[in-house]
């Protein structure tokens, strides 16, 4: 810990909530190891400076338009940031590595999927880390891709969705990464290249733990990264204790669900959040509300602005007809809502952020992904640790309301029920000392004051 005061670490988040809140989270747990954080960020989801004052910011004067900004288009948004973040960020380093006034910089830390901080990090011959933000299985799924297509398994093809892929048990071809807003063959070199990145780093960090995720760890490292340094060192707000009280969403954070579950039963709420990005169709939207409002089980439900393709299309006396047993927000405080004693369930896209937080506090999952690695995240959830049930039989509003009453209520949900607990308490001793995750963040801390700049 001595040695790393007086040293500077940079990090640099790809600038979307999914990827910014374990990024700096990241930097309180370094800062706590006697670090000090510098955060460059974009003007594009710029964060704001107040909500972590020991850490120092720069903004980089990189923006996009509001038709630029789209999902709708996601391999031409990250090429964009790549392309616009090279010179402001090249600008932004050579200020940062020349004032003598600052502690020296000892390494960057950055997300795979900005692969253009390689080559800059190399003009200044400054080492790079790589943080990867989302879980080892699909990481160890993507750097398979090459594999993937050599066995013909990708492009995926709808007529053998159910085939299971022998090479990766448990899974079947649907469960394998897409991204339905870019057309397959960019998609592929999107994460291909992005599996690749950590090929070039001096070490790659996950936000998972072993118990987790003992197996694609170790494929990982003997398979994929023989000669990188991994180090899971997750779940990072399970460490970082000012993770609960530092906001750093994009969007303002609803308390008045907190008030609103203090009135609710034990373990009685559905808590429904499909994360920052995921959308679905005016027709999907209605069948999730009446499927929640037919369960007969409270629900906290974020309707987040963009979440609906077209219009916010509340069916008519939808709200009124839920007599307060459910309660609608824009966005959630997640953690707190996780953690709150009323939360009995949580119907969630399986965005890898929201899995560990809902494994951290053993909420059971209803499990309903979108896209990329989500899929791969909802599959370990349902069929390897078993916490969870997949809306694997159609959206349709008594499907779900069946599966609600099935995870909450009935017996055959009671196993699911007590697994995710026991797995919660794995969670909880990761940090404890000599705790998995607490040894691989010494084991980091060193690793960086090994490296020579
Ligand atoms: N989140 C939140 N409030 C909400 C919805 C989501 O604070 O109402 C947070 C959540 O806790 C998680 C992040 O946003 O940390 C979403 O990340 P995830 O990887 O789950 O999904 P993504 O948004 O990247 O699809």
């Known amino acids: 810990m001595e040695q790393s005061r007086g040293l500077r670490l940079i990090l640099f988040p790809l600038p979307f909530q999914g990827h910014i809140n374990p990024m700096l989270e990241l930097g309180n747990l370094l800062h706590s190891k006697g670090f000090s954080i510098t955060i460059v960020h974009t003007k594009f989801n710029s964060l704001n400076p107040s909500s972590h004052p020991h850490f120092t910011f720069h903004s980089i004067p990189v923006d996009l338009s509001e038709s630029e900004a789209s999902m709708k288009e996601a391999g031409r948004l990250l090429s964009l940031i790549n392309a616009k973040c090279v010179e402001p960020f090249r600008e932004c380093l050579a200020t940062l590595l020349s004032d003598a006034e600052e502690d020296p910089v000892a390494c960057l830390i950055s997300d795979p999927l900005l692969h253009f901080t390689r080559s800059v990090a190399e003009s200044f011959e400054l080492p790079r880390i790589l943080l990867r933000t989302g879980g080892a299985a699909s990481f160890a799924v993507y750097a398979a891709f090459p594999l993937l297509k050599e066995k013909g398994y990708l492009p995926i093809q709808d007529s053998r969705l159910e085939e299971p892929v022998t090479e990766l048990s448990p899974f079947k071809v649907k469960d394998l990464p897409r991204l339905d807003t870019c057309d397959p063959e960019s998609f592929y070199q999107l994460i291909t290249n992005m599996a690749n990145e950590p090929k070039a780093s001096s070490g790659l960090i996950f936000n998972t733990f072993e118990d987790l995720e003992q197996h694609a760890l170790a494929t990982l490292r003997q398979d994929s990264y023989p000669n990188i340094p991994i180090f899971p060192i997750g779940p990072f707000h399970k460490c970082d204790s000012a993770a609960s009280s530092s906001s750093t969403g994009l969007l303002t954070e609803d308390q008045s669900c907190i008030s609103w579950l203090n009135t609710q039963a034990p373990k009685s709420v559905v808590y429904v959040s ?20 037919n369960s007969n089980q409270p629900f906290l439900w974020v309707v987040r602005p963009g979440f609906v393709h077209g219009s916010e299309p509340f069916p008519r006396g939808f709200v009124e007809s839920l007599n307060g047993r459910g309660h609608i927000v824009q966005w959630a405080p997640q953690k707190q809502v996780l953690a709150h004693p009323a939360v009995g369930a949580f119907w ?37 640790w078993k916490v969870g049930l997949q809306l694997e039989d159609g959206m349709e509003r008594c499907m779900i309301e069946k599966t609600i009453r099935k995870l909450m209520v009935e017996k055959e949900g009671e196993e699911i029920r007590d697994r995710a607990l026991k797995l919660m308490e794995k969670a909880n001793l990761c940090f404890n000392r000599g705790g998995s995750s607490c040894q691989s963040l010494d084991g980091l801390v060193k690793h960086i004051l090994s490296l020579e700049p």
Request: net charge negative.
């Open 274 to 293: 499909f994360g920052s990005i995921a959308a679905v169709k005016e027709a999907q939207f209605l069948e999730i509300a009446w499927g929640l409002a």
């Open 348 to 384: 969630t896209h399986n965005g890898w952020n929201s899995t560990l937080e809902s494994v951290c506090e053993g909420v059971p999952m209803i499990c309903m992904p979108c896209f990329t690695d989500q899929l791969v995240n909802a599959r370990y959830a349902s069929d390897v």
